[in-house]
């Protein structure tokens, strides 16, 4: 397969694809729900 046969993004080959920028979203909603809940105190927050 040359490079002009590979497809532009995954969605062109209709594979999944998790890059960083929802990994860092899915990470900062965690985050933020274990705030919300109380697991993080605020003493734990440098």
């Known amino acids: 397969m040359t490079s002009s046969?590979?497809?532009?993004?995954?969605?062109?080959?209709k594979r999944f694809s998790l890059n960083e920028d929802w990994i860092a979203t899915i990470?900062?909603?965690l985050i933020f729900g274990l705030c919300m809940v109380g697991a993080i105190t605020p003493g734990?927050?440098?």
């Open 27 to 29: 990470v900062g909603l």
């Open 44 to 46: 734990m927050i440098p």
């Open 5 to 13: 046969e590979r497809p532009e993004s995954p969605d062109d080959h």
